[in-house]
């Protein structure tokens, strides 16, 4: 039996409806360094026809994509707004990847324009060789940077906009067609494109908005640290509009001291990042000072995040850091880490300390080595699947069958999760550690050694060893002054964990690789390793 | 181009699997008038795979009707979640309607099986007789009760589940296919069909879960005093299994006493009910005390929430009434009035007493007599049209074209919406009254006597004139003890309103004749007026 219900279609054009009319006041704030520039939802709405406008004269019809290379700021919510609700596909390149990979990417997914910050003109004039299938480059601010690109026609965006009408004809969209494209910042292979839905991205904005996740409403000011140009912001761009929050955008200025500034006079409510920049503003607020009080809600991600951590900005700066977890491929948001009502507040440690559980919509199991399902009781070791109407069932172009399981997406994280779907990650499938037949967990190491007082960063990595197969190598970064041996950290870890977990084999290193997102990478350092790169301690 | 993400439905199974499992420890918890029962939703979703079993040993397959005839309870939470999930279609019977017009539109969903409270038994057995389709009655509670119903087989719904195994292969079901039925109740005109998709309850079940709602999660204990079988509940069962929260279910005992005491007992956060349960509930608290300190938010809706009630409320016992608007076809959840940010405790009362704003998802319009659409300025007054993915397109074998309008429905409502999609409703399109080519607001007259500290209740009709064409008749209910004239009320309104909008005729009755589910019925006022039922007192 047929409902009687309207078959209207979830779109990201209905968000820009929704976000620029009820909420049309509201503001999206762009942080210049020294001062903001402000734009209400509504006068982003009326740009956003515009840009449309001046889109379909650069011939960008169908679902043509295109591109952008860009901060968090006002043009490149524009641009959000825009490229999908015209029927077209947004693809947001990462520009802190290599330049080959990201002309590799564009080249992929067919970009046809791009949308470029002429604060990143320097890093895109570097990228442009690459990118073969590019006609148009549409740079934002000063119409003089950029002018110079060879062989693509360059744009300025004011100039487009100014010349263009503010009423554009949003045609109708079928809700599964592609918004949004995302490319995975593979740490091992090549990237790999996810394409959001306009259904997918509709529903995807509702997360944030949800009490038992972040429970974003129209008394919120919400600062993105976290970059639209990789895992759409953590949803908190069109959340933004759709709850009715101000929406704060750092542009340029991530270092922690403009952070916190933004956050003072802006009075965020709510901040989203991954736990490096939350380590920064911790150093810098206890060395030069600072005030947090507006913010009700830190959201942090990416990597797991540290009790000491979480526990330091509870402590020291009233804030409250909630974990979440998620990738590319689940859009991002997945679970978050909310412990349950009714426990002790160091059961609730624990649930902090994990992943938390899958916001609804999504569903989670856990699978053993061959292809069986694990009961869900806390202790069996699996990895994470994930399904759901906001996570992806396959790549762009590109199949990898071996990434789905009847119709799961296989995560590639390891851990456990519990009958109440509480997920504890101890690894990533690649970075687990098999010594002797039993598994060590890598996050595990590396977690107990940062809360040393005298550790910075650590991270742990498997390497071979002809007695166990496999033995674990820390690697760690002191603070600055410290002085710590591994016989010391031996003796740390050893109050923590089995003593045969324990690494024989350390190395003291100035800085952890990191991924373009900020994340360790685990494939640097054992190419670091097998260079011999490392000065390897033994200690017993 | 198509996007990469999973195809997966949203549906109440999907409901019922995220709420039973990560959900599963919290409880739908049933007052027995001195106790409780108490299920949690684990067991209540072992209990659903019970039921669906039994529904399909008595021959209920494909989209087969399965009624209701019951009280807020947990049988009536198993039925939510077994038969739409089954893949066949529920159908809650509203217990109030005349027991011919129940078998009207039993007979017009062609219902084959129904499930009843034993405690309602008198009522069905009046019922049943009109009945022409029910092959089964399933009662809850005593098995002894109905066993005599004459032409269907009878079943006790206990003694049916215990016979059935826990497991169930639920079938994959069609997010578009109808999950559930309600008719309207039509306060003119027979009752009309409206059947909800999966899709559209998914959607709508999120609606009470966003922060510029109700922000429900699993700190929650959630009191439906709004009835299951009309309207969903507002949508506060299936949200309670997606946000987490306990359900307190008041079963039959809805007066004031009881509930005073349910939400003390459970500690209840957040209420939902038409305004004459809270009136109610005032009145009891101000004569027998009882605390409501545990209430986070009562929402009010069903018909206009004076002022007086929420001053009243937020004054005396530190509770919020938060208005909220909607419609059967309308899933009902529409709009909720929350003030914006920003503005004086005065101005925030101005939009408290209006409808609000409809929700994400939502969209709404203006539309003057010949169709055209109106300026929301906040000053033009229309009909109030809709549309949304959980918004009726049509009813159930009638199609009523007059009720639908280019893809929108028109909600029959009249008032302003203001540039933000602030919604005041100033009548019903049928209740408008027309005076000199002028139109009168008879809500807004009746919301200013009953601000009056000698009136419970009023209810304005528009009589016909001979002068005017149309002239306003107030219906007027004195507080117990009062004594207070036409002349007296008169004078009241002048300071409130455009003198020629006082209305001239008055009667003073017992009691405002109220529709099944507690509105004013101005049908059966106008009824009564022209059968010279009432006392005219002329004033001027």
Not at 25 to 41: L, M
């Amino acid at each position: 039996m047929r409902s009687t219900m309207m078959d209207i279609p979830l779109t990201v054009a209905s968000i820009m409806r929704y976000g620029t009319t009820v909420f049309g006041n509201r503001e999206v704030v762009t942080f210049t360094g020294d001062g903001t520039r402000r734009r209400s939802y509504e006068e982003a709405g009326r740009r956003a026809a515009r840009l449309a406008n001046a889109l379909r004269g650069l011939g960008v019809d169908a679902d043509q994509r295109v591109a952008t290379f860009m901060w968090n700021n006002a043009e490149h919510l524009e641009a959000y707004l825009t490229v999908p609700s015209m029927g077209a596909v947004l693809h947001t390149l990462n520009i802190r990847l290599d330049p080959a990979e990201i002309g590799y990417i564009a080249g992929h997914a067919e970009d046809y324009a791009v949308i470029v910050d002429s604060s990143l003109a320097a890093r895109f004039a570097e990228v442009l060789p690459h990118m073969h299938g590019i006609k148009h480059v549409i740079v934002t601010g000063d119409p003089a940077v950029g002018a110079d690109f060879p062989g693509v026609t360059v744009h300025s965006y004011e100039d487009l906009l100014a010349a263009e009408s503010e009423s554009f004809a949003w045609p109708e969209v079928d809700e599964r067609a592609a918004a949004a494209m995302c490319y995975t910042s593979g740490t091992t292979g090549r990237s790999k494109g996810v394409a959001y839905s306009h259904r997918s991205t509709y529903l995807h904005s509702l997360g944030p908005c949800l009490g038992n996740a972040f429970g974003l409403n129209e008394r919120d000011s919400v600062l993105p640290v976290v970059p639209m140009f990789h895992a759409n912001a953590w949803g908190l761009a069109y959340a933004g509009l759709l709850a009715g929050a101000d929406l704060v955008m750092p542009d340029r200025y991530l270092q922690p001291g403009p952070l916190v500034k933004l956050i003072e006079s802006e009075r965020v409510t709510v901040a989203g990042g991954v736990p490096t920049i939350w380590l920064g503003v911790l150093a810098h607020i206890r060395e030069a000072g600072g005030d947090l009080s507006s913010l009700r809600l830190v959201i942090a991600g990416g990597s797991a995040v540290p009790r000491s951590l979480q526990a330091a900005f509870q402590s020291e700066l009233g804030v409250r850091i909630l974990q979440a977890w998620g990738m590319t491929e689940t859009s991002p948001l997945g679970s978050v880490a909310n412990p349950p009502p009714g426990v002790t507040e160091e059961e609730a440690w624990r649930y902090r300390e994990g992943q938390g559980r899958l916001i609804c919509t999504l569903e989670g199991r856990l699978v053993g080595d061959g292809g069986a399902v694990l009961p869900s009781d806390g202790e069996a070791v699996g990895e994470i699947e994930v399904r759901g109407p906001w996570v992806t069932g396959s790549y762009y172009k590109d199949d990898d069958p071996g990434k789905f399981h009847d119709g799961w997406l296989r995560t590639g994280d390891v851990g456990t999760m519990d009958e109440r779907g509480f997920i504890q990650l101890t690894d990533r499938a690649k970075d687990v550690i098999k010594s002797g037949g039993e598994w060590i967990s890598s996050m595990m190491l590396e977690n107990i050694l940062m809360s040393h007082p005298d550790v910075a960063e650590s991270a742990v990595i498997g390497i071979a060893d002809e007695k166990w197969g496999e033995r674990p190598l820390a690697a760690v970064v002191l603070r600055p002054g410290a002085d710590v041996s591994a016989e010391k950290l031996r003796e740390f870890l050893s109050g923590h964990v089995p003593r045969w977990q324990v690494p024989e084999r350390w190395c003291f290193i100035a800085e952890i690789p990191k991924t373009s997102v900020g994340k360790f990478s685990k494939r640097q350092m054992r190419e670091a390793y097998h260079h011999g790169d490392y000065e390897i301690v033994e200690a017993r």
